[in-house]
């Protein structure tokens, strides 16, 4: 937000909004060189590595309606074209979405968008190259969208920060699934992942000093706040 200060000087005011990883929402959307949007849907983020800060591990369809109106008309605005995805965070001291950023680019949760129906690299790809244009719906699948590797990692490792219940962290893994990196057909870049995220742990379990910052990054982050 930005205001004017007592020296009549523009000041950018940041606030730090609190509350876990499960109120980020992410609004994606794909607009047309017309200015129409031909394909939207809603995710939630469930969990992210590392907490409060890091990318998106786990994450779900959803249907907050409140987010499309102004979504849609910030885009349209700036007169944007071609996929988005709008950020927010739903700020559990007054019940309203903050916007966080907006990201002009295919987005990490790329397969669980795929999975709901919608398939943005598709789209751009149908308009710019064969000049075909079209509305597309999602379907009514309702499953997660779940970074494995990273999702065991930083489960465990910050366990203690995140205050996980592990019934609700294990109710996840009996949902209809779909995966960031595992392939039953490429299972390559699931192994050199896995080989990463080991080499990490195992240095952790070493090296004290690496440790304590990968600690100390999330010390005192508002994580749980309601």
């Not at 910030?74 to 007054?94: C, H, M, Q, S, T």
């Not at 050199?192 to 952790?204: D, G, P, S, V, W």
Request: aromatic residues 12%; positive net charge.
């Amino acid at each position: 937000t930005r205001k004017l200060d007592e020296t009549g000087l523009r000041a950018i005011i940041m606030d730090l909004v609190p509350g876990p990883d499960d109120c980020f929402y992410n609004y994606s959307v794909y607009i047309d060189r017309r200015g129409e949007p031909l394909a939207e849907l809603a995710m939630r983020k469930l969990r992210k590595s590392p907490p409060f800060y890091g990318v998106c591990r786990a994450a779900e369809t959803a249907e907050p309606d409140r987010l499309r109106e102004p979504t849609i008309e910030l885009l349209r605005r700036i007169g944007w074209r071609g996929v988005a995805n709008v950020e927010y965070k739903l700020d559990p001291r007054d019940g309203k979405y903050r916007l966080m950023e907006v990201n002009g680019r295919f987005f990490l949760m790329q397969g669980l968008a795929c999975k709901a129906g919608i398939n943005y690299p598709l789209l751009a790809w149908k308009e710019l190259a064969a000049g075909v244009t079209g509305k597309v719906a999602r379907n009514d699948w309702d499953g997660i969208w779940i970074n494995l590797v990273d999702d065991l990692y930083y489960g465990s490792f910050y366990r203690d920060i995140e205050k996980l219940n592990i019934r609700d962290y294990l109710k996840t893994y009996i949902r209809p699934k779909t995966h960031a990196v595992w392939s039953a057909t490429d299972p390559l870049p699931f192994v050199c992942h896995c080989f990463l995220e080991i080499r990490k742990a195992l240095r952790a379990a070493v090296d004290p000093g690496y440790r304590r910052a990968l600690q100390g990054r999330v010390r005192g982050m508002p994580v749980d706040s309601r």
